[in-house]
């Protein structure tokens, strides 16, 4: 993996990457694994779509002020290609 990403990345990796993931990380990422795996995220997300998604289009619309989708959407502006190849369809979403 450390090949594909670039120096600084896999720097950060060495330096920040143990201060955030932590025992506490790794403890609540089982807990979703296991929610996955027993079908419970399924159920769940099934049960959001059904219900019209209340919280992921709120999830969304409180996200969309954020800085970092601000800066998305100015860098996305200044690389056409990626308009003309959209990965996300945002009229179906």
């Not at 993931?21 to 795996?37: G, N």
């Not at 690389?79 to 009229?91: F, R």
Request: no cysteine; aromatic share 6%; glycine share 6%.
């Amino acid at each position: 993996m450390n090949y594909s990403i670039s120096n600084n990345a896999e720097y950060g990796e060495y330096v920040t990457g143990p201060k955030i993931v932590t025992a506490a990380t790794k403890l609540a990422m089982k807990e979703v694994l296991a929610a996955i795996q027993t079908g419970e995220y399924a159920k769940n997300f099934i049960l959001e779509s059904r219900a019209g998604a209340p919280t992921l289009t709120s999830r969304r619309r409180l996200t969309s002020g954020h800085a970092i989708e601000q800066v998305g959407e100015k860098l996305r502006a200044m690389m056409p290609w990626i308009k003309k190849n959209k990965l996300v369809d945002q009229t179906r979403n």
